[in-house]
T-cell receptor, first 114, second 112 residues
Framework: DAGVTQSPTHLIKTRGQQVTLRCSPK?????VSWYQQALGQGPQFIFQ???????QRGNFPDRFSGHQFPNYSSELNVNALLLGDSALYLC?????????????FGDGTRLSIL | QKEVEQDPGPLSVPEGAIVSLNCTYS??????FMWYRQYSRKGPELLMY????GNKEDGRFTAQVDKSSKYISLFIRDSQPSDSATYLC????????????FGQGTELSVKP
């Protein structure tokens, strides 16, 4: 039973560039959430996708956008990268968007901005 | 003030010790409480998931939730070096769907 998979594992970009991160949810899950984890901090919620729509959004600027595909996989796009965007980006999946369902995380994409 | 407060540690204990990890929170609407374990360069792994107040036990792990005090705990019995990791508490509000609010994480080191 495959868990949550994310790609790429590591990524190095320069300021002003754009990046796309990818996530495949755990088998049987239809909801994907994205989190940003800065070094030494807990993950911060970016947004959640369910039924190919953004259902909830955290306190992140419009430079952060996403998409969910019919097979439930998801992408996170970040435009006009800033040095402060350097972090571990985590994808979590769950069954339905209900808060009663536990979320399972992938190992993340480590993004470094030079 | 952060919605969820967690002492970042680091916490160092000898093998076999009982470990107590704690979080406090300010939002009384939180109903679902989780503990995740995160090894270096890995994603968070779900350890315990509880709803509302009470205790839940799973092997060497016990989670406690005291909603009246807005305080949750994770106890690890007979701690092992393999328990060395960062432990994250997380919680969510029914009305906010799947948005998890995390503590900062506590770094635990279990010495052989």
């Amino acid at each position: 039973d495959a868990g949550v998979t994310q790609s790429p594992t590591h990524l190095i970009k320069t300021r002003g560039q754009q990046v796309t991160l990818r996530c495949s949810p755990k088998s049987g899950h239809d909801t994907v959430s994205w989190y940003q984890q800065a070094l030494g901090q807990g993950p911060q919620f970016i947004f959640q996708y369910y039924e190919e729509e953004e259902r909830q959004r955290g306190n992140f600027p419009d430079r952060f956008s996403g998409h969910q595909f019919p097979n439930y996989s998801s992408e996170l796009n970040v435009n006009a990268l800033l040095l402060g965007d350097s972090a571990l980006y985590l994808c979590a999946s769950s069954f339905t968007a209900a808060s009663s369902q536990p979320q399972h995380f992938g190992d993340g994409t480590r993004l470094s901005i030079l | 003030q952060k919605e969820v407060e967690q002492d970042p540690g680091p916490l160092s204990v000898p093998e076999g010790a009982i470990v107590s990890l704690n979080c406090t929170y300010s939002n009384s609407a939180f109903q679902y409480f989780m503990w995740y374990r995160q090894y270096s360069r890995k994603g968070p792994e779900l350890l315990m998931y509880t709803y509302s107040s009470g205790n839940k036990e799973d092997g060497r792990f016990t989670a406690q939730v005291d909603k009246s005090s807005k305080y949750i705990s994770l106890f690890i019995r007979d701690s092992q070096p393999s328990d060395s990791a960062t432990y994250l508490c997380a919680m969510s509000d029914f009305n906010q769907g799947g948005k998890l609010i995390f503590g900062q994480g506590t770094e635990l080191s279990v010495k052989p």
